[in-house]
T-cell receptor, first 109, second 113 residues
Framework: GEDVEQSLFLSVREGDSSVINCTYTDSSSTYLYWYKQEPGAGLQLLTY?????DMKQDQRLTVLLNKKDKHLSLRIADTQTGDSAIYFC?????????FGAGTTVTVRA | DVKVTQSSRYLVKRTGEKVFLECVQDMDHENMFWYRQDPGLGLRLIYF???????EKGDIPEGYSVSREKKERFSLILESASTNQTSMYLC????????????FGAGTRLSVL
């Protein structure tokens, strides 16, 4: 989606932390999301954050939101081979979700 | 658990054929969506339906139509398939709550030859 931008590729060593970054343009977005797509599968919601929050943590996942810079990040602690996937950032625009192009995360041993 | 089922995982069709992609959800969701996914472009919304027989165009509706005769079923129709419609097609549904979380099917990979 043209309004949501994220880098296309990330390579990380198993056990390290992964950080996936995203920028969005609509300052009125109320919710922002991270979805995960494993090979051959549809998208699965990982987590979401309400726009009045700065941070949300859920087990190995940490979401940081900087509203001033319209920047969203997803940190995965202790990255495992099962974390290899495409990660999509999305923002809510009314009834729609606008998605980024997706970041392909490759976990190497 | 919410289940969104797309009838085919893979389809191969010829240019000019009429193609139907079917999607069924089992959670009584009001809203259903069709996206296409292309590498480097992410997901782009084709059509959206907020009720039976109701539809709205998304960002790329050209060459597509949709049908929603029953609440649980949302069909995407390619009236005359073209090679540039070769893509992964994803269906999603949601309840229309404030969080607007969409639940996705596994996708249909369509090849138009």
């Amino acid at each position: 989606g043209e309004d949501v931008e994220q880098s296309l590729f990330l390579s990380v060593r198993e056990g390290d932390s992964s950080v996936i970054n995203c920028t969005y343009t609509d300052s009125s977005s109320t919710y922002l999301y991270w979805y995960k797509q494993e090979p051959g599968a549809g998208l699965q919601l990982l987590t979401y954050i309400f726009s009045n929050m700065d941070m949300k943590q859920d087990q190995r996942l940490t979401v940081l939101l900087n509203k001033k810079d319209k920047h969203l990040s997803l940190r995965i602690a202790d990255t495992q081979t099962g974390d290899s996937a495409i990660y999509f950032c999305a923002e809510r625009n009314d009834y729609k979700l606008s998605f980024g192009a997706g970041t392909t995360v490759t976990v190497r041993a | 658990d919410v289940k969104v089922t797309q009838s085919s995982r893979y389809l191969v069709k010829r240019t000019g054929e009429k193609v139907f992609l079917e999607c069924v959800q089992d959670m009584d969701h009001e809203n259903m969506f069709w996206y296409r996914q292309d590498p480097g472009l992410g997901l782009r919304l084709i059509y959206f339906s907020y009720d039976v027989k109701m539809k709205e165009k998304g960002d790329i509706p050209e060459g597509y139509s949709v049908s929603r005769e029953k609440k649980e079923r949302f069909s995407l129709i390619l009236e005359s398939a073209s090679t540039n419609q070769t893509s992964m097609y994803l269906c999603a549904s949601n309840l229309g709550t404030e969080q607007n979380i969409q639940y996705f099917g596994a996708g249909t990979r369509l090849s138009v030859l």
